[in-house]
């Protein structure tokens, strides 16, 4: 089986990046610029029309949207145990990550890209105070979440993966977020795993191989 995984740094690319690390999964990695355009250049459109990453290609055919990226990637490498065995648990974790696509990163996205949700000059600050309001909303449910908890179940799981791209990404917008602790700590711990360390020197080394380029 041939994979490739369309990743572009400080994306929710991050993840598949991760859960395929974590299942030992034999990858490829496609490194595109999510700044230069290329997103939207004719031959990525064709992959995913919908301009975005992650995008799994599997055998020369491609999946979309992280959400069904995770559970292909657990079923797949179920020794890898990326989802829970028990039926209500996995449905629960399945919950959990599409809490975190539909209503975590949207919160997210004003803080990168204001003029997406409000062109009006002047506007970009009122985006992000409006949006930071509900992203705080959602970091107070998942603090409650891993109250006395390591992991959001009983061992490290892809929602795991998933919400640790979502806490690195609201600190890469300097946002205050001493308040939640657990989340905190869960980074820490998330920090410590190889799959996340691998992640972070291809992270280095793509952004500036991007930057050069730019340069």
């Given at each position: 089986m041939n994979l490739t995984l369309c990743y572009a740094p400080q994306t929710?690319?991050?993840?598949p990046f991760i859960t395929l690390t974590e299942a030992g999964a034999d990858f490829e990695v496609m490194n595109l610029n999510s700044r230069s355009g290329q997103l939207r250049s004719p031959e990525f459109l064709k992959l995913n029309p919908k301009h975005k990453v992650p995008v799994l290609i599997i055998d020369g055919e491609a999946l979309t949207e992280n959400l069904a990226i995770q559970v292909w990637i657990a079923r797949r490498y179920p020794a890898a145990r990326l989802l829970p065995q028990d039926p209500m648990q996995e449905i629960k974790a399945i919950s959990l990550m599409s809490f975190f696509g539909s209503g975590i990163h949207p919160h997210l996205t004003?803080?990168?890209?204001?003029?997406?949700?409000?062109?009006?000059?002047g506007s970009a600050e009122n985006v992000?105070?409006?949006?930071?309001k509900l992203l705080f909303e959602d970091f107070a449910v998942v603090e409650n979440l891993l109250q006395g908890r390591e992991w959001f179940f009983d061992h490290f799981t892809a929602p795991d993966a998933y919400f640790f791209w979502c806490f690195r990404r609201a600190i890469s917008f300097k946002l205050?977020?001493?308040?939640?602790?657990?989340?905190?700590?869960?980074?820490?711990?998330?920090q410590h795993r190889a799959s996340a360390q691998k992640l972070a020197a291809h992270e280095k080394r793509v952004m500036e191989e991007f930057s050069r380029s730019n340069g």
């Open positions: 929710c690319a991050t993840v004003p803080n990168a890209r204001p003029e997406n949700y409000c062109d009006l000059p992000k105070k409006v949006g930071n205050d977020l001493s308040q939640f602790k657990n989340c905190h700590a869960h980074l820490e711990r998330m």
